[in-house]
């Protein structure tokens, strides 16, 4: 009865952990779906300051908001996560 009961608590420690890793990546997971909904609806307007800002300074910019700034922003998503 010991060494059953004994058994039953370590397995039951290495699957808590294990619950908890599957968590973390829940949450990561979340996060990461987040940011890319974030950089997609706030993606346009934040190029559009950056150009603005740079034409400030003499600089030659292009606030391109077609389908290439689209692809931008998820080829660079695509390599942070």
């Not at 740079?54 to 998503?77: D, I, K, M, Y």
């Amino acid at each position: 009865m010991f060494l059953t009961q004994r058994f039953s608590n370590k397995q039951h420690k290495s699957d808590t952990q294990g619950q908890g890793l599957v968590e973390y990546a829940f949450i990561l997971a979340l996060v990461a779906l987040a940011s890319i909904g974030l950089l997609l609806l706030l993606g346009p307007a934040i190029a559009d300051q950056y150009c603005k800002i740079v034409n400030g300074f003499g600089g030659a910019c292009e606030a391109s908001l077609g389908s290439q700034s689209v692809g931008a922003v998820l080829t660079l998503t695509a390599l942070l996560v």
